[in-house]
């Protein structure tokens, strides 16, 4: 899938295994609702260290539980540095696919890692950015409801008393 007019192209690659991390909700720089009408949850880094790093920077399509709710919920996340705002740290922010009324910083967080959407890029402004997130929101949306991702929104790894073994 290609975005021509943003030079962007969308793999929507499965990962040949999905990556499993849990953790709490960390603040971050707090650009992803205020700045770009994306809120993300920020995986604290300690979920994530030495657990990733086979995986390329960029944009990744995958599910993610809140521990304060019972849906497993589609996501689009953000795995680097995000070259368009220069970030020293890595970071993995997740837009859960779901209008929240409220923040849950601190909470558990449990993200399946599924496929690879695209690589990070930097823009030339911040709406073709949005432009670029909405569209990997869409995609991400779209892939995750073909048949072959159904049985993960009820893997063992979402349920309370159970996780993977790359936790």
Known sequence: MSDKKNGLIRTMK????????????????????????????????????NKIDHLDQGVYFGLAKIATHEKVFKTALSVGWNPHFKNKEKTVEAYLVNEFKEDFYGVEMRLMIVGHVRPQIPFDGL?????????????????????????????????????????
């Open 14 to 49: 499965a990962l040949e295994s999905c990556v499993c991390l849990k953790g709490k909700v960390v603040k971050g720089f707090q650009r992803g609702s205020k700045l770009l009408g994306w809120p993300t949850a920020n995986l604290d880094p300690k979920a994530f260290e």
């Open 127 to 167: 709406e073709s950015l949005k432009k670029a997130i909405q569209g990997d929101v869409d995609a991400t949306v779209q892939v995750l409801e073909l048949q072959k991702y159904a049985k993960l929104y009820t893997d063992d790894f979402f349920s309370d008393s159970t996780a993977k073994s790359q936790l």
